[in-house]
């Protein structure tokens, strides 16, 4: 049962008689309890909806084409609370948030609705055998699975979580449903990485064609570990070895199922020193948001866009002064996107500066963590230009706050300078450097994410 909050005016279910304040039962004879409930029920051309009013059972019928939505408005998009993750993670990165920053921060959430509509990670746990036979009925797919060991026991230590080995089981069931299964291996160093991974690794594979890929991360450490389990960084010959082992059990694959499956993250690469591979490597790239890919498909896509640089509505005789922040880990990526812009477009002096994260300390080095502090500590009398361009993941999805509580007008006027998120595609990116409108603005295709956009994950 879902309280309606309000009804579109002139819509179906305005026209049919139901009213902001009903208290939505059930569509067709079932049950609704949330956003996937309610979207997978509504999809016949013929629906019966009943609502309670008053202490009174009604029902409509209302005809419509197949993805019609009726006009109805709950609290929240999800149409109920996000599910409370039920673990306690050895490397859970939100444990290592420092005290003082938003709220919103601290909420871990573990929630398989999120799984589907945002590609949110999910362990399992807090799932019941109800719960995976709704998903394979609804066929929800692809699910995002965060395994990190297919060891019961170890999974346990790992997630201080009894059924984190139990659970395991539910991929068997998803895969078997016809439900598409993309997993990540958060690795922690000699805890589920050398024998642990290769076993993770083999058993995974068994599970193709419903797992299709497979990411293998490092934890994400802070500087604000205090009373938290002792992890360690991979050094760079480590990073290197878990590159060598990752990729011979992807070429296995890649010749007995003709899929690749597993990848190692684009921050291992960089941290072991490697050159990152080509695009025929990364398949769909479907593990962008993972951080597996997004440097190379961020070049490729640079190259294709400027291509058509005659498209973009900027001046090439008028100069352009500008300055971009990055972090650690993007600044060289960054550094050659705009050497690229500037060899065809020769009035442009644009500076990369790189910040690093003093707010998180420890081993973080990607950009989407920066804070409105350090850049604001670090870039202080620096040569700015006319505009700043800020990596857009510094901000939460509003556009409107740092991590550590600030604004972006906050820090435009600490450093005296306009501040922009600079966009999360190549198109978008190239734009903001050239300080022209985006000409891909109205194509519904993403392209590329912005490479400043890698983040930590769980």
């Given amino acids: ?182 997993c990540q291996i958060v690795l922690c160093r000699g805890i589920n990485d050398g024998a642990a991974l290769c076993r993770t690794m083999t058993d995974l594979s068994l599970l193709y064609p419903g797992v299709t890929s497979v990411s293998v991360v490092p934890a994400g450490l802070t500087g604000h570990r205090e009373m938290l389990y002792p992890l360690s960084p991979f050094t760079p010959e480590e990073c290197a070895d878990i590159i060598k082992v990752v990729d011979e059990y992807g070429s296995m694959c890649l010749e007995k199922y003709g899929a690749r499956i597993f990848r190692a993250a684009d ?60 972090g650690e880990a993007a600044s060289d990526v960054i550094s050659a996107a705009v050497e690229k812009i500037r060899a065809v477009c020769y009035n442009l002096d644009c500076r990369v500066y790189t910040v690093k994260n003093n707010f998180f300390g420890g081993e973080v080095t990607v950009a989407g963590l920066l804070t409105g502090v350090d850049m604001a500590e670090q870039l202080r009398g620096k040569a700015l230009g006319d505009e700043l361009l800020i990596p857009p993941n510094t901000l939460r999805a509003e556009g409107d706050l740092f991590l550590c509580g600030h604004t972006p007008e906050w820090l435009s006027d600490e450093l005296g300078v306009p501040v922009r998120a600079a966009g999360r595609t190549a198109s978008e990116f190239i734009s903001a450097v050239l300080g022209c409108a985006d000409p891909g603005a109205g194509d519904d295709s993403q392209g590329a994410v912005y490479v400043n956009d890698i983040e930590e994950k769980d």
Avoid at 24 to 44: A, K, W
Avoid at 282 to 304: A, C, H, K, M
């Fill in 1 to 182: 049962m879902v309280a309606i909050k309000s009804v579109e005016r002139h819509s179906r279910a305005e026209r049919a008689g139901i009213c902001a304040g009903d208290v939505l039962l059930s569509i067709d004879g079932h049950e609704i309890n949330d956003v996937l409930d309610y979207g997978f029920y509504l999809t016949e051309k013929k629906i019966e909806v009943s609502v309670m009013r008053g202490g009174e059972k009604l029902s409509f019928t209302i005809k419509k084409d197949t993805y019609d939505d009726i006009g109805l408005c709950f609290e929240t998009s999800l149409m109920d609370k996000k599910h409370h993750c039920e673990n306690g993670c050895i490397f859970c990165f939100i444990d290592q948030n420092p005290k003082g920053m938003r709220p919103t921060i601290y909420f871990k959430d573990d929630d398989s609705r999120l799984s589907f509509i945002h590609g949110n990670y999910i362990t399992l746990t807090n799932l019941q055998k109800h719960d995976i036979d709704r998903m394979i009925e609804m066929h929800i797919s692809p699910i995002n699975i965060s395994v990190h060991t297919t060891d019961p026991e170890l999974r346990v230590r790992m997630m201080k979580n009894k059924r984190a080995g139990d659970v395991l089981s539910y991929m068997e069931m998803l895969v078997r449903g016809g439900c598409e299964l993309h």
């Fill in 267 to 326: 921050e291992l690469f960089i941290k072991a020193g490697l050159p990152l591979p080509d695009a025929e490597y990364y398949g769909d790239y479907d593990q962008l948001d993972n951080g597996v890919g997004l440097v190379t498909s961020f070049i490729d896509e640079i190259d294709e866009e400027l291509k058509f640089i005659d498209t973009y509505d900027f001046d090439p005789e008028k100069a352009r002064h500008v300055s971009i922040a990055t």
